[in-house]
């Protein structure tokens, strides 16, 4: 998660309880949390997010077209229902608007299964023809910068670093068939075991496709996928930010790796003249190149082959879209049944024209109170913190002035965009689900491009708004809140304001957090890559951040199985700086409106820490978690909340946490940064 925030001027406290909002009943229980789902037998102590959450952990099946359960779900599904009631509206009104035409177009063409299954793979010929028709290394590059087309390097634009008013090109690794690198060099049974399903699942889509293949074929994909992922970057590595700036220009890229042929590739992808490109992962590019060299051009022709009518199978017949489910959603991630094609048919349509949705999403689903009530939330979390960076112990003067600046520059956007992509030169094509699907690739791309190279435009938004996340944009220095995630349980304003500042007080805090995070913190006020702290500030700092990577490294959910601390750090810096600022934030809260009063027993500061904890309320399949903690930076959530208020000095005071109890941590282990 990410996001952004202004300076508000002495903001006054939110009034978040049920007499400041006209809807009258919180949407969980009667002061915001589901009693149901707590599990009193375990103690807090030993298991804070089982006392909250066991009952429901115990109650609650993960839907067999998931691979989890959990507040995130259920609001997931909400939206693909009302979603799918604006694609609906639009698809058939008596007179349809042009946008109505094209979401309808869209979605039609997807749902349409008898023509898509008498279809087969004729949609597919044209672009196999295209990978056929390759003669030389110089064409199978042109091929890879295609909108559609799989290649071993990713090229874009995006904000430069250290001059982020204006865009810059980027290259770097990209993904491969496998989830990382991790898949294709594991050798415990599970990552064997997945690799001889990927080795079976290569060989279908070749069938179907009508590919030349076999088994020989399958081990010189994979075998090649396998090289890449060698010189590929560990998932740890990627998030360090001063490790991934390395921009070069033309003639440093084509030293690092000539066999790409950059002023003709560069050109090809629609940036000709790009005088600076940032290479994240300089290694893996150059090794790519090397393999580029050095694997027959025969080889690199079976692998791009297979990866289009792979990476498309969905929108094809009923036997590459049950194959890439069987391998990608079952093997992989534990899913049982494949998902209702009109809910697969809302994702494409997001997917494809999602602000255009999303601006109908947020006049008919968001009201303005929110936004008022959240504006005034995020100033008093800002207020926290900056009371608690203004006498933090540990910070040099120097450094605690610009850290202040940085806060209080802070850009918050709430609910939606101010203004909405135009998709009216999107060509939809009725019965064309896959050229469909590439043109809006296509149309991306050049919507890209048209940015370049003009001032960044702070007003973009990287979500839409009835997507159900949040999040940090270092280089704008900017935090994001769509609409739909300001919903219970993150957000209601009718619960208690305990469970409100401990859900999405926490969330705001998480986002604000990232602004100081391990790799947000060498971002400047401004959003420039800058060294702006002491070296006294660093180690200071460090030291403290060590040891919370210790601490997660413990976690262990499966036998032979950890949370990595230095890969998930950032973020689970920025879920224990969001408590605690979230805290007192509602220390603050009650200065002004009064003391909590205690409701079924639990005093306000008990329902702040079961308010957060409900909100990390998930379980996932197995597979699943396991990929989330080889690839993903955030945590697991049952260690997003033990791990946290673990090391929150209230949350001992607040359950009367004593030493003996599993999650006691000593005062002198507990990890405090602001």
Known sequence: MSVRVFLLAAAATIALGTTAVSQTRPVYGSWGYDAAAMDRAVKPGDDFWAFVNGSWDKATPIAPDRSSAGPFVTLSDQSEKDVRAIVDSLANAPQRTALGGQVGDYYGSFMDTAAIDAASAAPLKPYLA??????????????????GFASPIDLGITADFKDPAKYVATTGQKTLGLPN???????????????????????????????????????????????????????????????????????????????FNWNSTLAAYGLPAAPTIIVTEP??????????SSVPLSTWKEWLAFRFASDHAGLLSKPFDDARFAFYSRELNGVQVQRERWKRGVRAVNGAMGEAVGE????????????????????????????????NSWMDEATRKEALLKLAAF??????????????????????PLGNALRAEEFGHQLELSRFPKPVDRSLWGMTPQTINAYYDPSNNQITFPAAILQAPFFDPAADAATNYGAIGAVIGHEMGHGFDDEGRKFDSK??????????????????????????????????????????????????????????????????????????????????????????????????????ILTDPHSPGKYRVNGIVRNVDAWYKAFNIQSGDALYLAPDQRVHIW
Not at 136 to 146: D, E, I, N, P, W
């Open 130 to 147: 295209r990978i056929g028709a390759v003669k030389s290394r110089a064409q199978l590059v042109a091929l890879f910068v295609q909108p």
């Open 181 to 259: 690198r991790a898949y294709y060099l594991g050798t415990d049974a599970k990552m064997v075991g997945y690799r001889a399903a990927y080795r079976n699942y290569i060989q279908t889509i070749q069938q179907l496709a009508g590919l030349p293949g076999g088994p020989a074929s399958a081990d010189r994909i994979i075998a090649l996928e396998t090289a890449l992922s060698r010189a590929q970057w560990e998932p740890a590595d990627r998030r360090n930010i001063d490790k991934i700036y390395n921009p070069m220009n033309q003639a440093q890229l084509i030293k690092l790796a000539p066999q």
């Open 283 to 292: 290694s893996a590019v150059a090794g790519a190149g090397s393999l580029l």
């Open 360 to 391: 109908i999403y947020v006049r008919d689903h968001y009201p303005a109170a929110s936004e008022r009530q959240m504006t005034e939330l995020i100033g008093n979390l800002r207020d926290a913190y900056q009371e608690r960076i203004s006498h």
């Open 411 to 432: 850009e918050p956007r709430i609910g939606h965009p101010t203004k909405y992509i135009d998709y009216s030169t999107l060509k939809v094509i009725k019965g064309d």
């Open 527 to 628: 959003g420039s890559l800058r060294d702006w702290w002491s070296p006294a500030a660093v180690k200071a700092y460090s030291a403290r951040t060590d040891k919370l990577v210790s601490q997660y490294n413990a976690f262990s959910p499966y036998p032979g199985v950890n949370v990595n601390g230095k890969l998930t750090l950032g973020e689970n810096l920025g879920d224990l700086s969001g408590v605690e600022a979230a805290y007192a934030a509602y220390q603050k809260y009650q200065a002004k409106h009064g003391a909590a009063p205690v409701i079924d027993g639990l005093t306000g500061d008990q329902r702040f820490f079961i308010g957060y904890a409900q909100a990390w309320q998930e379980k996932d399949r197995e597979n699943a978690e396991r990929q989330q």
